[in-house]
């Protein structure tokens, strides 16, 4: 059996050499990787039907501005006498009213700052949820990432395995190898079909969580990136949770939205205004001669509502300042949780670095020990056991390192989103 030593070689230079370098260049198109990606989350925030809730959400909350900037009802009420009552200038026939209540002075101002805080706090719901969203699809098109790369990687080792099996089938026949050499190459390329084939699994549903994401069709194509690298250079970092962060700006704005409401509950604790109008019309007298015969009654009215017993009002402005309290402290709780979480995305993202750069050094030396068995395998010698021990350790090699590029943007995505 002739056994084609270049097509090895070649082989061996895309199986190490290709992964090896990878993370040394800022490879071609990796702008186009992040304007991918940027494409698919502003996908995603337009279809998604959770942002699609939220902004519903802000939606009404807007429309209840305008609904508080209103008077009370207007109040008409219209009687007939049955009885008609006499009076000296003749016999009351019908009552006319209409009555208007008016909050005291500034009331309808406070109702809509209340209001306007309520919207602002659910428009920052929706920053949140784009925020979460984004973060998910960029954690689901890494982890899409991977899985196809670790499936290129498991190809392209069964290829190698082939060769070697064919190199092993050779030294059988010039009695330098055993027949168990070959089932024992065999098994190993049975091994690496199964974890390939249980990957495409896994990459399939991820596909369709990925599609899902952006709420659309399951089977849709998803393009994702061949290989990427981890920067050069770490960068230097002395980050903190933004001030501004949606997800702590939520509490300020519920604060804000209290104290309105507590603004507002003083409003309502003062007097109402009330102003209205009574018309009856008056029938003239036919038996004797009067002054103002038969003249209708005009009757402006005003009252007064005063809230003499106000404990509904001051213990509304005591749970006020309960509520106050508690957004203080959820507050504080979320903001020590997403520091710790930013602590924990900044030292996993050290250690995939550190982790990537073991497995390229790691890669070399197993690029060194695959030229050392060619070169027996030329001189007539192959030890088969070194063979399997090293595209063993090759495989893990290679697949840790894509997990380790994986878990590096993972955990950049996961950074960006608590620091921007």
């Not at 109040?75 to 006499?86: D, K, L, N, T």
């Not at 203080?328 to 602590?343: D, V």
Request: charged share 30%.
């Amino acid at each position: 059996m002739k056994i084609n030593l270049k097509k090895f070689k070649s082989l061996s230079r895309i199986n190490i050499g290709e992964t090896l370098f990878v993370l040394f260049l800022i490879l071609f198109g990796f702008n186009g990787k992040a304007q991918q990606l940027e494409s698919y989350i502003l996908e995603a925030e337009k279809n998604n039907p959770e942002i699609q809730k939220f902004e519903l959400r802000f939606d009404l909350a807007s429309e209840k501005v305008k609904e508080v900037n209103s008077l009370p009802d207007t109040e008409f009420s219209a009687g007939y006498f049955i009885s008609e009552p006499e009076t000296r200038t003749g016999a009351q026939k019908a009552r006319f009213s209409v009555r208007q209540m008016i909050p005291w002075f500034g009331t309808i101002t406070t109702r809509e700052n209340y209001a306007s805080a309520m919207a602002e706090a659910e428009y920052v719901e929706v920053s949140v949820a784009r925020r979460k969203l984004a973060l998910s699809v960029a954690q689901s098109y890494y982890r899409l990432y991977s899985l196809k790369a670790r499936k290129e990687v498991l190809i392209e080792n069964i290829e190698l395995l082939e060769v070697y099996r064919e190199l092993a089938l050779n030294s059988l026949e010039v009695g330098s190898a055993s027949a168990v050499d070959v089932l024992r190459l065999q098994m190993r390329q049975n091994d690496l079909d199964q974890q390939k084939e249980t990957i495409e699994q896994d990459l399939e549903a991820e596909k369709v969580n990925f599609n899902n994401l952006l709420n659309r069709k399951e089977d849709l194509e998803i393009t994702v990136v061949d290989s990427m690298a981890i920067p050069n250079e770490a960068v230097m970092e002395t980050l903190t949770v933004a001030e501004v962060h949606p997800e702590l700006l939520k509490f300020e704005r519920l604060y804000e939205s209290i104290n309105e409401a507590e603004a507002l509950n003083r409003k309502d604790a003062l007097p109402k205004l009330g102003f209205g109008l009574d018309y009856i019309p008056v029938a003239e007298r036919t038996d004797m001669v009067v002054d103002e015969n038969g003249k209708d009654i005009l009757m402006p009215m005003v009252s007064v509502s005063i809230p003499i017993f106000n404990n509904k009002y001051k213990s509304v402005t005591r749970q006020n300042e309960i509520r106050q309290k508690e957004i203080l402290s959820q507050r504080e709780e979320r903001q020590n949780m997403l520091e710790n979480l930013l602590a924990s995305a900044v030292s996993n993202r050290r250690s995939a670095r550190i982790t990537a750069n073991t497995f390229i050094r790691n890669i070399k030396q197993a690029k060194d020990a695959e030229e050392i068995l060619v070169k027996n395998y030329e001189t007539g010698t192959i030890d088969f056991d070194d063979v399997l021990d090293i595209q063993e350790m090759q495989l893990r090699f290679q697949t840790g390192l894509i997990e380790a590029v994986k878990n590096y943007y993972q955990q950049t995505a996961l950074v960006n989103y608590l620091t921007n």
